[in-house]
């Protein structure tokens, strides 16, 4: 990846950079100096584009990583439900793969730490918006090929509570046979959705 030093660029690989400490680490884990040293930047520089610190940083990286999945689903489930979910799986077992299970979603990986008491801190409330954006595309499309309404819904919610916990359970034995068992049943119960 090439980037100038400056600029939109540079901002952007931080953030891209905070988003893949995350995945790794989790949010509590890992100080704002750990991010930036990730992402090969200045922690001044880190401080001029964050000037909130490390939450900010955070927000930003948890709906980089949002969108940058949300972007892939939409273009793959132009061909079907069953497409987005071989391509939403083909990406997490290319994470957990090429990291030898070192990383996972920074998406849940902020949503499973615990918040500081009466508070939701800004990474946990991109967090829930970035699934409820991607059930929200799972859904739709379900529903555009057959699938009832209220079971399409359902059926996206379990499709991402399912990819997420499975990535977690591929991390932690090392292996990826969770997410192949997952998505053998996924496929079949998605497959089973739009032809009824």
Known sequence: MNMTKGGPQARQRIVAGAADMISRRGLNATSIREMAKHAEAPLGSTYHYFPEGKQQLATEAVRYAGETI?????????????????????????????????????????????????????????????????????????????????????????????????????RAKRSIEPLDRTAEQLQALIAGAIKG
């Open 70 to 170: 949300a972007r892939m689903l939409r273009k793959e489930l132009e061909a079907g439900p069953v497409a987005g979910l071989r391509a939403f799986l083909g990406l997490w077992r290319t994470i957990v793969i090429d990291t030898e299970f070192r990383a996972g979603c920074p998406v849940l990986a902020v949503s499973i730490e615990e918040p500081p008491p009466g508070e939701i801190p800004p990474a946990l409330a991109a967090a829930a918006a970035v699934f409820d954006d991607w059930e929200k595309l799972l859904a739709n499309s379900l529903r555009e090929h057959g699938a009832a309404p209220g079971q399409a819904e359902q059926l996206a919610t379990l499709t991402v509570a399912a990819v997420e916990g499975t990535v977690a359970m591929c």
